[in-house]
């Protein structure tokens, strides 16, 4: 059963960048999708951008929330089993705890239900 660990979050000023990582364990990360989710204390969790890497010609496919799309980017990182979020643009309206999470089933990567596995998440806090 793979395990996720997030890590990266902090405190930003408006228009900066952070990079989140997804580290995992007891798995590999290539095999599953992985998705970006995020939440505000009495909000849903909600879809931030997800990657599934059995794309056509072995091209990953990605997918953002319109909110963020443009600002972030998902995309393996240098270290191994891990998956990154690049916030670029940041602004107070992304303060959230962010949460990674990995499925199997080929169901919407939107949709929260889909991932069977999730990091305990990390505070993003961005100020004016």
């Known amino acids: 059963q793979v395990q996720l660990v997030e890590s990266g979050g902090g405190l930003v000023q408006a228009g900066g960048s952070l990079t989140l990582s997804c580290e995992a364990s007891?798995?590999?990360?290539?095999?599953?999708?992985i998705g970006w989710f995020r939440q505000v204390l009495g909000k849903e969790r909600e879809f931030v951008a997800a990657?599934?890497?059995?794309?056509?010609?072995?091209?990953?496919?990605?997918y953002y929330a319109r909110s963020v799309k443009g600002r972030f980017t998902i995309d393996r990182a240098n270290a191994k089993n891990t998956v990154s979020l690049q916030m670029n643009a940041l602004s107070p309206e992304d303060t959230a705890v962010y949460y990674c999470?990995?499925?199997?089933?080929?169901?919407?990567?939107?949709?929260?239900?889909?991932?069977?596995?999730w990091g305990q998440g990390t505070q993003v806090t961005v100020y004016s």
């Open positions: 990657v599934d890497w059995s794309g056509p010609i072995g091209v990953p496919i990605t």
């Open positions: 999470a990995a499925a199997t089933s080929r169901d919407s990567l939107y949709d929260k239900g889909t991932y069977a596995y």
């Open positions: 007891g798995g590999t990360l290539s095999t599953y999708r």
